[in-house]
């Protein structure tokens, strides 16, 4: 009989990188053709009849026990078949069988040979097979290191079969009655993964794993912490740390906060954990109210955040800090709870407005006679501008985002060089909490607003008024956005006046009615810029063109244009980014 199939074997070694079977680097190689001929042998001559006619041997059918689906890119098999290798190239010299996920493991491709006559035949008693072997990967050393051919004379159809495992072969072995129950589970799980019967739930399940990886893949994620095989730690003499005769300790607390519990164990950072939040330790619940009551009030019960230890501040009223403490523990430490507490009471709905006598006796509001009056941090600042103007994204959770931020800003941030890609679409309105942080080169409108590098911890942000604030309110790109939306809301009341406008503006934005003098002024402020551009149109249009949100066409250019100068002032008011 005819040869029908020839058998490519690639196996490993250890004397190949990563055990082969390929001479690359990572173990791999890529077959990119494979050529078979034969030709007759004369037994008369010395060997191969050089002079005898060479006749190409067609292949086909190709199939392999696996085939690389990593790094396919531009493939068009969509993954490194083994059916490229037979082609002739039409789809390209550099595509071809490879195997990268498996490397350093035995894999074998089968190609069925395309003869009608159930083989390779010849006139003569011998024929001389010249086997060639293409590996045109433009990468240097993706060739094979570790390789066997064999031949079949089977029937077709040969396909690749790839070989049980060596575990399942010695379960296969044993007779039915003495399989263990785990063995004839693993048999089982074997058995599904092959069946034709169970194609289309494989298929399915492949699909929605697929799905799940792409979801998990979507999903933000940050290291938290790596376990590691603790150290010994001695105690320094002096402090002498090249003293190796001090007595070796272990975690533990200090005696004086209520000594280690006794777990048989050594401590770790669970223990230190449940510490943290248990109910004999006042500590948590004292700081963590102290540090939203500075969000709600300007500054702390204690105005040292980040020590109420024998060196900090005495609180104001120790005995509501002890309240609140207790509260917040006994509510399981629920945050949401505790700040409705706090904003219902009567202090925090005071007027923060106060007379000359209460401003000389109590000047930093000690004694919580008055609501604070104090600017909002650098994230609220922005997110009240986009509240105000409805661009507002409120969604919680996800990656960072990228909102405006000037060309060239990175242009000196190195290891490696970058730029920044502002954001599309939601991701320029999500709130400040989103903005991605890069150290040392945090955002430019974040830094203006005093918010910190993050280069060491900042229990309390320090609160500046600078002029560099104001030209970020009124020039930045978010801001203008901000004031361009916020305008055509104003310009979308059913309104009657100028005056009517202004009014609903300044009672959306701050709260309140605007005085007349105040009414006088934007109205003033209205018509000169109505005025402006209407005789420079195109001063108006590139005004609104600021921003990736389109202008609602409805709206003439330069009336936006105006109200938008008119909302901009309102953005910039300090009593629009200030807490009254």
């Given at each position: 009989?005819?040869?029908?199939?020839?058998?490519?074997?690639?196996?490993?070694h250890?004397?190949?990188?990563?055990?082969?079977?390929?001479r690359?680097?990572?173990g791999?190689?890529?077959?990119?053709?494979?050529?078979?001929?034969?030709?007759?042998?004369?037994?008369?001559?010395?060997?191969?009849?050089?002079?005898?006619?060479?006749?190409?041997?067609?292949?086909?059918?190709?199939?392999?026990?696996?085939?690389?689906?990593?790094?396919?890119?531009?493939?068009?098999?969509?993954?490194?078949?083994?059916?490229?290798?037979?082609?002739?190239?039409?789809?390209?010299?550099?595509?071809?069988?490879?195997?990268?996920?498996?490397?350093?493991?035995?894999?074998?491709?089968?190609?069925?040979?395309?003869?009608?006559?159930?083989?390779?035949?010849?006139e003569?008693?011998?024929?001389?097979?010249?086997i060639?072997?293409?590996?045109?990967?433009?990468?240097?050393?993706?060739?094979?290191?570790?390789?066997?051919?064999?031949?079949?004379?089977?029937?077709?159809?040969?396909?690749?079969?790839?070989?049980?495992?060596?575990?399942?072969?010695?379960?296969?072995?044993?007779?039915?009655?003495?399989?263990?129950?785990?063995?004839?589970?693993?048999?089982a799980?074997?058995?599904?993964?092959?069946?034709?019967?169970?194609e289309?739930?494989?298929?399915?399940?492949?699909?929605?794993?697929?799905?799940?990886?792409?979801?998990?893949?979507?999903?933000?994620?940050?290291?938290?912490?790596?376990?590691?095989?603790?150290r010994?730690?001695?105690?320094?003499?002096?402090?002498?740390?090249?003293?190796?005769?001090?007595?070796?300790v272990?975690p533990?607390?200090?005696?004086?906060?209520?000594?280690?519990?006794?777990?048989?164990?050594?401590?770790?950072?669970?223990?230190?954990?449940?510490?943290?939040v248990?109910?004999?330790?006042p500590?948590?619940?004292?700081?963590?109210?102290?540090?939203?009551?500075k969000?709600?009030?300007?500054?702390?019960?204690?105005?040292?955040?980040?020590?109420?230890?024998?060196?900090?501040?005495?609180?104001?009223?120790?005995?509501?800090?002890?309240?609140?403490?207790?509260?917040?523990?006994?509510?399981d430490?629920?945050?949401?709870?505790?700040?409705?507490?706090?904003?219902?009471?009567?202090?925090?709905?005071?007027?923060?407005?106060?007379?000359?006598?209460?401003?000389?006796?109590?000047?930093?509001?000690?004694?919580?006679?008055?609501?604070?009056?104090?600017?909002?941090?650098?994230?609220?600042?922005?997110?009240?501008?986009?509240?105000?103007?409805?661009?507002?994204?409120?969604?919680v959770g996800?990656?960072?985002?990228?909102?405006?931020?000037?060309?060239?800003?990175?242009?000196?941030?190195?290891?490696?060089?970058?730029?920044?890609?502002?954001?599309?679409?939601?991701?320029?309105?999500?709130r400040?909490?989103?903005?991605?942080?890069?150290?040392?080169?945090?955002?430019?409108?974040?830094?203006?607003?005093?918010?910190p590098?993050?280069?060491?911890?900042?229990?309390?942000?320090p609160?500046?008024?600078?002029?560099?604030?104001?030209?970020?309110?009124?020039?930045?790109?978010?801001?203008?956005?901000?004031?361009?939306?916020?305008?055509?809301?104003?310009?979308?009341?059913?309104?009657?006046?100028?005056?009517?406008?202004?009014?609903?503006?300044?009672?959306?934005?701050?709260?309140?009615?605007?005085?007349?003098e105040?009414?006088?002024?934007?109205?003033?402020?209205?018509?000169?810029?109505?005025?402006?551009?209407?005789?420079?149109?195109?001063?108006?249009?590139?005004?609104?063109?600021?921003?990736?949100?389109?202008?609602?066409?409805?709206f003439?250019?330069?009336?936006?244009a105006?109200?938008?100068?008119?909302?901009?002032?309102?953005?910039?008011?300090?009593?629009?980014?200030?807490?009254?």
């Amino acid at each position: 009989l005819g040869i029908t199939a020839f058998r490519i074997e690639v196996l490993p070694h250890d004397s190949l990188p990563k055990k082969g079977p390929g001479r690359a680097g990572n173990g791999n190689f890529v077959l990119s053709e494979l050529r078979i001929s034969s030709k007759p042998v004369d037994p008369q001559s010395s060997g191969a009849a050089e002079s005898a006619a060479e006749r190409t041997i067609e292949l086909k059918n190709a199939s392999a026990t696996y085939e690389q689906t990593g790094a396919a890119g531009e493939n068009p098999y969509k993954k490194w078949a083994a059916a490229a290798a037979i082609d002739k190239d039409a789809k390209g010299k550099t595509w071809g069988w490879a195997v990268m996920e498996q490397v350093g493991k035995a894999n074998f491709a089968i190609f069925e040979t395309a003869e009608k006559t159930n083989g390779v035949r010849g006139e003569s008693n011998k024929q001389q097979l010249v086997i060639r072997l293409d590996q045109n990967l433009d990468t240097p050393h993706h060739t094979l290191g570790h390789f066997r051919i064999s031949v079949t004379t089977v029937s077709p159809p040969i396909t690749a079969q790839a070989e049980l495992p060596s575990e399942l072969l010695e379960i296969i072995r044993k007779p039915v009655v003495e399989r263990s129950a785990d063995e004839a589970t693993k048999l089982a799980a074997h058995f599904r993964s092959i069946a034709p019967s169970l194609e289309p739930n494989r298929q399915r399940l492949t699909k929605l794993q697929k799905q799940l990886d792409a979801l998990n893949r979507s999903i933000a994620t940050t290291l938290v912490t790596k376990s590691v095989e603790p150290r010994m730690v001695r105690v320094l003499n002096r402090g002498n740390w090249m003293d190796e005769n001090g007595k070796i300790v272990e975690p533990g607390f200090p005696a004086v906060l209520g000594g280690s519990p006794d777990v048989g164990r050594r401590l770790n950072r669970l223990d230190l954990a449940n510490w943290v939040v248990s109910h004999d330790n006042p500590l948590t619940a004292r700081v963590t109210v102290n540090r939203l009551w500075k969000l709600l009030f300007g500054a702390g019960l204690s105005a040292r955040l980040d020590d109420l230890g024998s060196q900090g501040q005495w609180p104001s009223h120790p005995e509501l800090l002890d309240w609140l403490a207790m509260q917040f523990v006994e509510s399981d430490w629920n945050i949401k709870q505790i700040m409705k507490t706090m904003v219902m009471s009567g202090t925090y709905r005071q007027s923060s407005e106060v007379d000359s006598q209460l401003m000389e006796r109590d000047p930093f509001n000690r004694l919580l006679a008055r609501q604070a009056r104090f600017r909002l941090d650098a994230e609220m600042v922005r997110d009240n501008a986009l509240a105000i103007s409805g661009l507002l994204v409120d969604d919680v959770g996800g990656k960072s985002v990228n909102p405006y931020q000037p060309p060239g800003y990175w242009a000196y941030l190195n290891f490696p060089q970058r730029e920044w890609s502002n954001g599309k679409n939601a991701e320029l309105y999500r709130r400040g909490l989103y903005t991605h942080w890069q150290r040392q080169y945090l955002h430019p409108s974040l830094l203006a607003f005093d918010a910190p590098s993050r280069e060491e911890c900042t229990a309390d942000r320090p609160r500046s008024n600078t002029p560099l604030q104001a030209l970020v309110l009124l020039n930045d790109p978010s801001y203008i956005e901000a004031a361009s939306v916020f305008a055509e809301r104003v310009l979308s009341q059913e309104l009657n006046s100028d005056a009517d406008r202004t009014a609903w503006m300044m009672q959306t934005a701050l709260n309140r009615t605007p005085r007349p003098e105040e009414s006088e002024v934007l109205v003033r402020l209205l018509k000169n810029h109505r005025e402006q551009y209407q005789r420079e149109l195109e001063s108006a249009k590139k005004l609104l063109a600021v921003g990736d949100k389109a202008v609602d066409a409805k709206f003439d250019a330069a009336e936006l244009a105006a109200w938008t100068s008119v909302t901009r002032a309102v953005l910039n008011l300090h009593e629009t980014i200030t807490h009254n």
